[in-house]
């Protein structure tokens, strides 16, 4: 189980918190035409990476907003968690522990999840 | 040569110390060009390996794995088969899988350990029995067999289930007779042994890492091995497939998660059926070696982890408990997690892409074992003719442009 740490309240255990989905996803443009495919994609098709990945969080059992977060799914490890108003972190400051495409991480996964 | 398997080479072998049993497939080093790659080497990967060499008449075919052979999701399920699914769509595609499992055994001459012991869905509220009841009417006109059981139904077919004495009593139940369990790894290697005697090259510990594409058309995969050519990809990867459709350039409407199971210490006979129920969320068999299979739900977050939260088991033990209290001072043997695809209206993907020569059979989500052979079997199909079979083709990609969306999240049993 996850460790959040709510940007308003700290750390505090997952089960408090619930899971909002990838972060950061622009409604299309309204003022031009959009067509049925580029709605499809903004409705159902949602980021699904193996490692780096913005998502969002609300602390429903606790001070009841949301805000966004930076995690590793190959690793669950959270890296940072930031208000919604804040500035969206660049991926670059963090360390992809994935070697290949659809590798395991060395520790974290459910294979490794201790230090070799 | 043919395998066969029989009570006369048990018998042989057992006198030789099992030590003389033939390897059943081959560990060939890949070759530089095949005609169709299928990526996966689980259940519906071998399968449409297995198909696509039967019924098609292709040669030059391999099955890519990057690790072993049923290791992923074929391996990790509660393997409850049924197809007791909603709208017609879904029905003819789950029962073409129960017809196909209901013969495979002496198909591959292997024996997948199919028991159709029924699968019970419990009813425990006003709203499940109306859904349920619904579900049954829906089943019955597809000529699915189907009925509905009252609480005292339920209770002779399962005496140690507590109906009455809990926070969501259960009410009544939608039952099928025909579904039922199968032996999990079995399905992956009767598929992959009688691929591998029509010649389809099985090649395991061969990471595919990316897919190459040139000016719309499919090149073929980098991985682990080296660069393999081919005329069609297939790609059967589950949890992992929108990784290998992100590196052709395709986004898939896919979210990973972790799905969980556990089982017991092994017991004497005590529930001879299958007792799924979404609303509390908690179902449960027993394997043949007296262990309780469980599932449980997925992650509410994406994730890679093979793991799960604590949380997760924390709450279908609870309702485990509530529902059979005999169950209460058990021992859980192993916990485990396996990475499912799941779609957003919890019906699969078989179809092709923008991409020529590339297909996609995933999305399964929480539930894609039961679907093993019809899966391989209209995937195959797609990729040899370019064009879906009649039972997949509104399994598309176009349906999340179109909205003709299959939704079966009532289906689907697992709350997700």
């Known amino acids: 189980m996850l460790i959040i740490n709510c940007p308003y309240c700290g750390p505090r255990d997952q089960s408090e918190f619930s899971n909002g989905g990838e972060a950061h996803v622009k409604r299309p443009d309204g003022s031009k035409e959009i067509g049925d495919r580029e709605w499809g994609e903004y409705v159902f098709i949602r980021a699904n990476p193996k490692g780096l990945f913005y998502e969002r969080w609300v602390h429903t059992h606790g001070c009841r907003k949301w805000f966004n977060c930076v995690r590793d799914t190959s690793t669950d490890k959270i890296l940072v968690t930031y208000k919604l108003d804040e500035k969206k972190p660049n991926l670059n400051n963090f360390k992809s522990v994935v070697k290949t495409p659809s590798g395991e991480p060395e520790v974290g996964s459910g294979n490794f999840t201790v230090e070799k | ?416």
């Open chain 2, 1 to 416: 040569m043919k395998k066969k398997y029989s009570i006369f080479s048990l018998a042989k072998n057992a006198l030789s110390g099992h030590k003389e049993w033939p390897k059943m497939w081959r560990s060939p080093e890949p070759r530089e060009f095949y005609d169709v790659i299928i990526i996966g080497g689980g259940g519906h990967g071998l399968g449409t390996a297995y198909y696509l060499a039967k019924e098609h008449g292709l040669k030059n075919i391999a099955v890519i794995e990057k690790g072993w052979l049923g290791g992923g999701n074929t391996g990790r399920n509660t393997t409850i088969i049924r197809s007791n699914y909603l709208w017609d769509d879904s029905a003819h595609l789950y029962e073409h899988s129960l017809k196909l499992w209901e013969n495979l055994s002496s198909e591959l001459n292997y024996n997948v350990m199919f028991s159709q012991r029924g699968v019970m869905n419990l009813a425990h509220n006003e709203h499940d029995i109306k859904e349920i009841k619904r579900r049954v009417s829906a089943n019955n006109l597809n000529g699915i067999d189907s009925f509905w059981l009252s609480k005292e139904e339920i209770q002779k077919k399962v005496p140690i289930m507590n109906t009455d004495n809990l926070r969501y009593p259960v009410l009544g139940a939608s039952y099928q007779p025909r579904g039922g369990v199968a032996r999990h790894d079995a399905i992956a290697w009767g598929f992959a042994m009688r691929a591998d005697e029509m010649g389809v090259d099985i090649i395991q510990n061969c990471e595919a890492h990316q897919i190459r594409t040139k000016n719309g058309t499919i090149e073929g995969v980098e991985t682990s091995k080296g660069f393999l050519r081919a005329n069609k990809i297939g790609v059967v990867a589950s949890g992992h497939t929108g990784v290998l459709a992100e590196s052709a350039g395709i986004r898939l409407p896919l979210q990973s998660k972790p799905l969980q199971a556990l089982v017991s210490e092994p017991i004497k006979p005590i529930i001879d059926t299958v007792v799924m129920s979404s609303a509390v969320h908690a179902y449960v068999s027993q394997s043949d070696k007296g262990e309780l299979v469980i599932g449980a739900g997925t992650d509410s977050y994406n994730s890679f982890t093979q793991r799960g939260g604590f949380n997760i088991i924390e709450d279908t033990i609870r309702a485990m408990v509530e529902l059979y209290p005999v169950f209460g001072k058990m021992k859980m043997l192993r916990q485990w997690g396996g990475i499912v695809d799941i779609c957003p209206d919890a019906s699969p993907i078989i179809s092709k892409c923008d991409i020529d020569g590339l297909f996609f059979n995933c999305g399964w989500g929480t539930g894609g074992f039961k679907a093993t052979p019809g899966s391989a079997n209209v995937f195959a199909h797609t990729i040899a003719k370019n064009e879906p079979h009649q039972i997949n083709s509104a399994f598309n990609l176009d349906r999340f442009a179109s909205g003709r969306l299959v939704d079966e999240h009532g289906a689907a049993a697992v709350a997700h």
